[in-house]
C-alpha cells in the first residue's frame, strides 16, 4: 500500500466536485513509513498553497486514507488518522472549497475542539484548537467521511451557488 500511496503522489493532483472520490469515506491507514509520510505532506502543502487554501485533505488529491493538511497563520502540520473530540461553542460562517471552487456555503462549526492522530514520524499528535483551527478541522474530517459543503447547503445558498455548480457539472470529463 506504500509504494502504491507514494507513486500517486508524485502525480496528484486537486480534484474536483463531482468526482465521486470525494464521497469515499476513508478507512483509518497505517501509512507508517516516515519518509513516505514527509513527501506526501509536502505534495499536499504544495498544493493547497498553490490554490491559497488552509486545509487539503487527502480525499481531494484522489487519494483514500485518513489524513489531512493544515496551515493556519504561518502553522503548518499533518496528521494521519485524525480525531477530533470535545467539540464546544457556535460559529456560523461562510465556507468555501478547494474541490468546489466557486461555491460558499454558510455553516455552522464549533469554535474550540482538540484534535488528536498521528504525525510525518507516526508519533501521537495533540492539538487544543480554536475559533480558526476548529472549522477547518471540522471541513477536513468533513472529507475523510465523505461530505461536502454542499450537503449543508441552505435554500439561499442553493440559489446563491446554482450557476457555480451548474459550471462544475457541465465541465465533468464523461
Known amino acids: 500500500m506504500v509504494e502504491r500511496c507514494f507513486v500517486k503522489a508524485v502525480t496528484m493532483q486537486l480534484i474536483h466536485y463531482p468526482d465521486p472520490r470525494l464521497l469515499v469515506i476513508c478507512d483509518p491507514n497505517n501509512f507508517t513509513i516516515t519518509k513516505d509520510r514527509k513527501i506526501l505532506a509536502g505534495y499536499m502543502f504544495k498544493i493547497m498553497n498553490t490554490n491559497k487554501g488552509v486545509g487539503l ?86 472529507h475523510l467521511d465523505g461530505k461536502l459543503i454542499i450537503d449543508n447547503m441552505s435554500r439561499d445558498d442553493t440559489i446563491a451557488n446554482k450557476e457555480a455548480l451548474r459550471e462544475l457539472l457541465k465541465n465533468t470529463v464523461a
Not at 461555491?103 to 495533540?126: D, F, T
Request: proline share 5%; hydrophobic share 40%.
Open 57 to 142: 485533505a487527502a480525499p481531494q488529491v484522489g487519494l483514500n486514507l485518513r489524513m489531512f493538511v493544515w496551515n493556519q497563520n504561518g502553522f503548518g502540520q499533518a496528521i494521519w488518522n485524525p480525531i477530533l473530540s470535545y467539540l464546544s461553542g457556535n460559529i456560523e460562517s461562510t465556507e468555501g472549497c478547494l474541490s468546489i471552487p466557486g461555491v460558499n456555503v454558510n455553516m455552522q462549526r464549533a469554535v474550540s475542539s482538540i484534535l488528536s492522530g498521528e504525525g510525518m514520524n507516526g508519533k501521537k499528535l495533540r492539538f487544543i484548537g480554536g475559533k480558526k483551527t476548529t472549522p477547518i478541522w471540522q471541513h477536513e474530517i468533513d
